[in-house]
C-alpha cells in the first residue's frame, strides 16, 4: 500500500510542476479593456 500512495504524491507532484512550467512560458495576453471607474468622495478621510 506504501508503494500506491508513494505514486499518487509523485503524480500530484508531476502535475503541480508541469503545471507551473505551462504557467512560466505561456504568454497570456493582458486585458486590453480600458476600465475606468469614479470613486464619490464620501468614501475618503478628509
Not at 512560466?24 to 478628509?46: A, C, G, N, S, Y
Amino acid at each position: 500500500m506504501g508503494k500506491f500512495w508513494s505514486m499518487v504524491i509523485m503524480l500530484i507532484l508531476v502535475g503541480i510542476a508541469a503545471g507551473a512550467v505551462y504557467l512560466m512560458t505561456v504568454d497570456i495576453e493582458p486585458p486590453k479593456e480600458h476600465v475606468e471607474k469614479t470613486l464619490p468622495d464620501d468614501r475618503f478621510p478628509k
